[in-house]
């Protein structure tokens, strides 16, 4: 590799483990259920993580979302924080934080404080998107100034602080104190060409958020890995694939677990978000056949099913899309069918 461990499995070592014998990490929205508070979920979240860890998956990352009834994961840093406490192997980290809500300063002392705080174990995931709704978004900016375009410029600036401190001979500049001289992995997250083709150019490890935004995966993937340009952090490049995996005993049962996740897209197509609510035995009196095809299509790149069923579709998915590291977001309304869920894809994919 060099000089930045960044904690990644080459190509060749996937090839040499076998099709499905790839690091599988987790992506967290801290989901909030039906009757549910944030303070049930934030230690669910950390139940989970600690299962995860037992259970061999790579990384637990946190999303940033606000304004979300459901999602109780918006202050991320402060939730990494809460699950690295509670763990002490398994790698933590941002999938993502959504850089252009933030100063770069800001996030540079927060990840310089985990990374201090859990040395060798943080991951800085970031995104360019609000996160959010427009009203939201302003409010989390303070105007309408800042709306991802200028997310290289925020991101130079993040990188710079985390560069070794200058001399007393050199001039002073602004830093970022804990973090400075910190070696903590930075990647670019995305569901669209802008962040593939800038982590490419910066040679960063990426990651395609697949498991809401799927149509335009493989053509972001060609571009990330066409484009790519070793550098001192990564000699090649490294793609990682979010999906959606619900995995349970039966097909039939982890279809009606879906039906949480699909009741929640569905709000989102809707512009009515919520809590997660409780599987059902069937959507067809709940969505038209105009939205079955919506949420479907969002969830084309899901596994949903037994062991088995899981199994060849996570297969087809590597093959497709040869991603290097799968991560896993499973939206279950119940905390032990969730659980379950984790441990049987751990299983499966050993």
């Not at 139940?47 to 606000?66: P, S, T, V």
Request: net charge negative; hydrophobic share 40%.
């Amino acid at each position: 590799m060099s000089d930045l461990n960044y904690h990644l499995h080459t190509e060749a070592d996937r090839t040499d483990r076998g099709a499905t014998a790839i690091p599988l990490s987790i992506l967290d929205l801290a989901p909030i259920p039906v009757s549910g508070s944030a303070a049930e979920s934030l230690s669910r979240s950390l139940d989970l993580a600690q299962h995860a860890e037992r259970w061999g998956y790579n990384r637990f990352w946190l999303a940033e979302h606000h304004g979300m009834p459901g999602i109780a994961s918006s202050a991320t840093a402060v939730v990494i924080g809460h699950i690295a406490a509670g763990t002490s192997t398994i790698r933590v980290g941002s999938g993502g934080i959504m850089l252009p809500n933030h100063s770069p300063l800001v996030v540079a002392e927060q990840f310089g404080t985990l990374e201090s705080l859990y040395p060798g174990r943080i991951d800085l995931g970031l995104g360019r998107a609000p996160g959010s709704d427009p009203l939201t978004a302003q409010a989390l900016r303070r105007g309408p100034g800042s709306d991802g375009q200028d997310f290289p410029e925020r991101l130079r600036e993040l990188r710079e602080y985390f560069r070794p401190g200058d001399g007393p001979a050199l001039p002073p500049r602004v830093r970022a104190v804990p973090g400075e001289g910190l070696n903590i992995p930075i990647w670019l997250l995305g569901s669209s060409g802008f962040s593939a083709q800038l982590a490419a150019v910066l040679g960063l490890p990426f990651s395609f958020a697949s498991h809401f935004a799927p149509d335009y995966l493989i053509a972001a993937l060609e571009l990330y890995r066409s484009r790519f340009e070793p550098s001192p952090h990564l000699e090649r490049p490294y793609a990682m694939v979010a999906v959606n995996v619900i995995a349970a005993d039966s097909d039939e049962e982890a279809r009606r677990l879906a039906t949480s996740q699909e009741q929640q897209f569905l709000g989102l197509i809707r512009r009515q978000p919520g809590q997660l609510r409780p599987p059902v035995d069937s959507m067809d009196t709940i969505w038209t056949p105009q939205e079955r095809e919506l949420v479907h299509r969002q969830l084309s790149f899901a596994a949903i099913g037994s062991p088995q069923t899981v199994r060849k579709k996570l297969e087809q998915i590597l093959e497709e899309t040869a991603a290097d590291e799968l991560i896993v977001a499973t939206q279950v309304y119940d905390h032990q069918a969730r659980l379950h869920s984790y441990k049987l894809l751990a299983e499966l994919m050993r």
